[in-house]
């Protein structure tokens, strides 16, 4: 059998993008370890990948130039107000498109075409192309921007434009999947696609990825560490857990002796979180570090991994880190919205807490931190759904569907 997979970002740090793909290429050799799989990568910047830790039997990759020429910005100023359609988009798809149009797909087996970020590029440069009739698309996340769930962006005309150029590429794609349940039924609704989205959970593998660099990382100074490591943003609250956590460690001496709260944020609220919990000296506050660093951290340091969800109503993405955590059976804590897509993973009720809910979130952080304190043994919270096994069984679903 031969694959074909297309690439936005197969980076090690700086994005779960790159992680989850270069992951979703070692459950791939896995599944069928004795068939070819090539790798077209188009990514836009110049990076260190660490492809020879990929399990392929070859990778292509080209750094492309999406610098907008002036003139077409300047005439883009006009032109999308008349005729509804951003020049400046159209551009980068069709630089995108170049590369896709050369690529000899005829005899593969399996083609998948993979998004990254929020711009989607990679898929919509397929618009009208041969090889998106073979071609199982893949999307990381829900577009256009103003229907990721905890955005702010307000809806535009352009964007009501770029919503009907998706549904044209979902409607010639041969199959279409996404990481999330949810996100799998609200986008087949939102493009109007007649045919069934499905649903291939992130993964996480180890084997893809070369964490032997440790100088930068954390020891843990007490008996049970809480840590957090990610971005704050689409609507997801640190401030109300961190509230949680202050009210434990200053009503209990037990809490202060033995726990600490460490977080490796994302984003440019670090100088206020700290400034705001300056005198709880069991919170500390620090940037990200780089991918290895931080999962050893993570592995070997900390005992309470929190997850936050966006929010705060919906969250219909499955978060990046939960196949992570999943593999090395840490006991989580997701602060989650009423509706959520870890509410219909996580195996019980004791690892999920409501977002808005600061009493609860006091309650089910206590109750973990309790369990670690009279046992170190580790359960996967997660179960069996990020699995080699029900990776397959998703993935066959997908290849073979009618």
Same mark, same amino acid.
């Given at each position: 059998?031969?694959?074909?997979?297309?690439?936005?970002?197969?980076?090690?740090?700086?994005?779960?993008?790159?992680?989850?793909?270069?992951?979703?290429?070692?459950?791939l050799?896995?599944?069928?370890?004795?068939?070819?799989? =090539?790798v077209?990568? /188009? !990514?836009s910047?110049?990076?260190?990948?660490?492809?020879?830790?990929?399990?392929?039997? @070859?990778? #292509? &990759?080209?750094?492309?130039?999406?610098?907008?020429?002036?003139?077409?910005?300047?005439?883009?100023?006009i032109?999308?107000?008349?005729?509804?359609?951003?020049?400046?988009?159209?551009?980068?798809?069709?630089?995108?498109?170049?590369?896709?149009?050369?690529?000899?797909?005829?005899?593969?087996?399996?083609?998948?075409?993979?998004?990254?970020?929020?711009?989607?590029?990679?898929?919509?440069?397929?618009?009208?192309?041969p090889?998106?009739?073979?071609?199982?698309?893949?999307?990381?996340?829900?577009?256009?921007?103003?229907?990721?769930?905890?955005?702010?962006?307000?809806?535009?005309?352009? =964007?009501?434009?770029r /919503? !009907?150029?998706?549904?044209?590429?979902?409607?010639?794609?041969?199959?279409?999947?996404? @990481?999330? #349940? &949810?996100?799998?039924?609200?986008?087949?609704?939102?493009?109007?696609?007649?045919?069934?989205?499905?649903?291939?959970?992130?993964?996480?593998?180890?084997?893809?990825?070369?964490?032997?660099?440790?100088?930068?990382?954390?020891?843990?100074?007490?008996?049970?560490?809480?840590?957090?490591?990610?971005?704050?943003?689409?609507?997801?609250?640190?401030?109300?857990?961190?509230?949680?956590?202050?009210?434990?460690?200053?009503?209990?001496?037990?809490?202060?002796?033995?726990?600490?709260?460490?977080?490796?944020l994302?984003?440019?609220?670090?100088?206020?979180l700290?400034?705001?919990?300056?005198?709880?000296?069991n919170?500390?506050?620090f940037?990200?570090?780089?991918?290895?660093?931080?999962?050893n951290?993570?592995?070997?340091?900390?005992?309470?991994?929190?997850?936050?969800?966006?929010?705060?109503?919906?969250?219909?993405?499955?978060?990046?880190k939960?196949?992570?955590?999943?593999?090395?059976?840490?006991?989580?804590?997701?602060?989650?919205?009423?509706?959520?897509?870890?509410?219909?993973?996580?195996?019980?009720q004791?690892?999920?807490?409501?977002?808005?809910?600061?009493?609860?979130?006091?309650?089910?952080?206590?109750?973990?931190?309790?369990?670690?304190?009279?046992?170190?043994?580790?359960?996967?919270?997660?179960?069996?759904?990020?699995s080699?096994?029900?990776?397959?069984?998703?993935?066959?679903?997908?290849?073979?569907?009618?």
């Open positions: 059998m031969k694959f074909l997979v297309i690439e936005q970002d197969l980076r090690v740090a700086g994005t779960s993008q790159g992680i989850i793909s270069r992951s979703f290429l070692a459950k050799r896995k599944s069928y370890p004795q068939s070819v799989i =090539d077209v990568y /188009l !990514k910047t110049i990076s260190e990948d660490d492809l020879h830790l990929l399990p392929v039997d @070859s990778i #292509q &990759y080209h750094v492309l130039d999406l610098k907008i020429p002036f003139f077409t910005k300047w005439i883009n100023k032109y999308w107000r008349l005729f509804h359609v951003s020049l400046k988009d159209e551009y980068i798809y069709g630089v995108y498109a170049s590369y896709i149009a050369k690529i000899d797909f005829k005899s593969y087996d399996h083609i998948f075409i993979r998004s990254a970020g929020l711009d989607h590029e990679i898929i919509l440069a397929t618009y009208n192309l090889i998106l009739k073979k071609a199982i698309v893949n999307f990381h996340d829900p577009y256009p921007l103003p229907w990721y769930v905890g955005t702010q962006k307000i809806m535009t005309n352009l =964007d009501l434009f /919503l !009907k150029k998706m549904a044209a590429v979902v409607s010639q794609a041969k199959t279409c999947s996404s @990481s999330a #349940q &949810y996100m799998s039924h609200d986008l087949q609704y939102l493009y109007a696609s007649k045919k069934k989205f499905y649903t291939l959970p992130h993964q996480f593998d180890a084997s893809v990825f070369d964490l032997s660099d440790t100088k930068q990382m954390l020891l843990k100074t007490k008996k049970v560490t809480i840590s957090h490591h990610g971005a704050i943003m689409f609507g997801r609250n640190v401030d109300i857990l961190l509230d949680a956590y202050q009210e434990l460690v200053e009503n209990n001496i037990l809490y202060q002796e033995n726990t600490e709260f460490i977080l490796r994302k984003g440019h609220e670090n100088n206020r700290r400034n705001k919990y300056a005198s709880i000296k919170i500390q506050i940037d990200t570090l780089n991918f290895s660093n931080s999962s951290e993570q592995i070997y340091e900390t005992d309470i991994a929190i997850i936050l969800e966006n929010g705060p109503i919906y969250c219909n993405i499955l978060v990046g939960a196949p992570f955590l999943a593999t090395y059976n840490k006991p989580v804590l997701s602060v989650s919205p009423p509706k959520s897509e870890l509410r219909n993973i996580l195996l019980e004791k690892y999920i807490a409501a977002m808005d809910n600061k009493e609860e979130i006091k309650f089910k952080l206590e109750q973990l931190i309790l369990d670690r304190l009279e046992s170190d043994s580790l359960t996967n919270p997660f179960g069996e759904y990020f080699d096994i029900n990776f397959k069984k998703s993935l066959d679903e997908i290849l073979y569907a009618k």
